[in-house]
């Protein structure tokens, strides 16, 4: 099954992908909501309401208010070798805000307080039953679904300390989507690549992750509850544009293309925010 969230002239509602179609689930505003219904994935299954066509559809971030987003560095082992790092026995954990979500084909804002804007390509994991101490044995039961998100970076605001936060928690800069897709319909192992203005800038398999999404599932659950709608960005393979010779950044019009087989598509356009450097 598919899940989405569409915008629609009455506000967001979550959506059930039904060939060329999204199907209504009437009485939850995103996928988000309806996670946090204990039988969502039957509700989900029979939803019969208004029809919109997928070519024009207007989709809005698969979650939008997720009460956390967790991130996870350097967890593909290309991505790590690249960056001159040694394989890390734990994972690097930082966290994201619901600000920073936009939909699938949104504009990413790029800041002008930073010129080093860069592309990163993830496996997103989402919650949907939620737990605290899931063992990795049972933490597959608590995954809704996968989708795609592309971990935009301001890398001088990243490096400009040791902690990360702050190069990743910029307004409307994070595209997630275009679709939950449940694990009756796919697991990890597809490809995952970066387009940028058609030329291929990341490319690898979703099954090097050093850590899996049931370990991430058990170690993040260790200490904070997992909520349903909850969401684990997995980590990034190589090919990031810092980490080229000469280094590469996103620039005002470029187009962004990040997909996973199986997963979807997301097609974002670069443009220009207004602000103060610093």
């Known amino acids: 099954m598919r899940l989405a ?11 059930r992908r039904d060939g060329d179609t999204y199907t209504e689930i009437q009485g939850f505003a995103d996928v988000g909501a309806l996670l946090a219904h204990p039988d969502w994935a039957t509700i989900a299954a029979e939803a019969d309401g208004a029809q919109h066509p997928a070519a024009e559809a207007q ?16 967890n593909y082992r290309t991505h790590i070798l690249e960056m001159g790092r040694d394989l890390p026995e734990y994972p690097t954990l930082f966290s994201k805000y619901a600000e920073t979500l936009i939909g699938a084909h949104d504009d990413i804002e790029l800041p002008a307080e930073d010129a080093a804007i860069d592309w990163e390509a ?5 919650i949907g039953t939620g737990g605290r101490r899931i063992s990795e044995a049972d933490a597959a039961a608590h995954i809704a679904g996968y989708s795609v998100c592309n971990d935009v970076s301001m890398r001088s605001w990243q490096f400009r300390t040791k ?10 800069s994070t595209p997630l989507g275009p679709e939950l897709v449940t694990p ?9 690549r970066t387009v940028v ?10 099954g090097d992750l050093v850590h899996g999404p049931e370990f991430l599932i058990s170690y993040i659950s260790t ?23 000469p280094q590469r950044y996103l620039t005002e019009g470029q187009v962004v293309e990040t997909s996973i087989e199986g997963l979807g ?3 974002n356009r670069a443009t220009a925010t207004v602000g103060a450097a610093v």
């Open 184 to 192: 009756d319909e796919w697991t990890p192992g597809g490809a995952i």
């Open 59 to 74: 989709l809005a971030s698969v979650v939008t208010a997720p009460s956390k987003i967790v991130c996870v560095g350097l």
């Open 5 to 15: 969230t569409l915008r629609t002239t009455k506000g967001t509602t979550a959506v």
């Open 223 to 245: 200490m904070i509850t997992l909520n349903p709608g909850d969401v684990i960005i997995t980590g990034t393979p190589g090919g990031v544009g810092h980490a080229r010779k």
């Open 197 to 206: 203005d058609g030329e291929v800038m990341q490319e690898a398999s979703t």
């Open 163 to 172: 902690e990360w936060l702050q190069g990743k928690n910029w307004e409307h």
């Open 265 to 267: 598509t997301l097609r």
């Open 122 to 126: 993830e496996l997103a994991v989402i």
